[in-house]
């Protein structure tokens, strides 16, 4: 009786931790996975670092990024940050 009583604090702060910080974790990260295997040429797209851009090429792990004035730049698939395309 007392391992259990002992054991019970330590279950319920695991479930808490794993509510609040890892499940969440988890939703984002397969989201991003699932924003990145979505990713199309004409996809207007911010990097990581901030750059504003058009999707020009892609392959399986790379993308080719179109700035201003025809400027080519190439990045890995996961620099890509977020999709901006108007809705």
Known sequence: MDFFTAILPLVFMFAI?????????????????QMHADLKKGDKVITIGGLHATIDAIDEDRVILLVTDNKKLTFDRNAIREVVNPD
């Open 17 to 33: 931790f794993y509510f609040l910080l890892i499940r969440p974790q988890q939703k984002r990260q397969k989201k991003i996975q």
